[in-house]
């Protein structure tokens, strides 16, 4: 597999194997890259079970500098949950499930996914 060395375009396949994997686990796909003032959410969809997923991807080529999932840490949630209260409050969503997941896409060798449900939650 071609791994290009800019960053942004490496996050993008991290993020579109992450989007593939999700569609075909059942996810509804709403948005990708959501961003506002308050941070940003790589993917938002719905999950099988009909809740509300915030999803967070990481790609990385190796663990060696640790996993994908290590490098989501307190402020990053932060981030991700502000944006999804905007997200929330913009789309007048009222009464729904949410969670927020993290998938770590391991670009290297192996190309394994790790996707953990309910990673984090909010304070």
């Known amino acids: 597999m071609y791994v290009p060395k800019d960053k942004k375009k490496f996050g993008k396949i991290g993020e ?4 593939s994997y999700l569609t075909k686990q059942g996810y509804e796909m709403l948005e990708r890259n959501y961003r506002c003032g308050l941070g940003e959410v790589d993917i938002i969809c719905r ?20 996993t994908g999932i290590e490098a989501v840490g307190i402020a990053k949630q932060q981030r991700i949950i502000r944006a999804s209260m905007k997200y929330i ?3 007048n969503i009222a009464d729904s499930d ?26």
Do not use: C, Q, W
């Open 47 to 66: 999950a099988p079970g009909g809740e509300l997923v915030f999803a967070e991807v990481k790609a990385r080529m190796y663990d060696r500098f640790g």
């Open 16 to 19: 579109d194997i992450a989007a």
């Open 98 to 123: 949410i969670r927020y997941d993290v998938i770590s896409v391991n670009l290297g060798g192996n190309n394994s996914i790790d996707h953990i449900v309910n990673a984090f939650t909010p304070n």
């Open 89 to 91: 409050s913009e789309n």
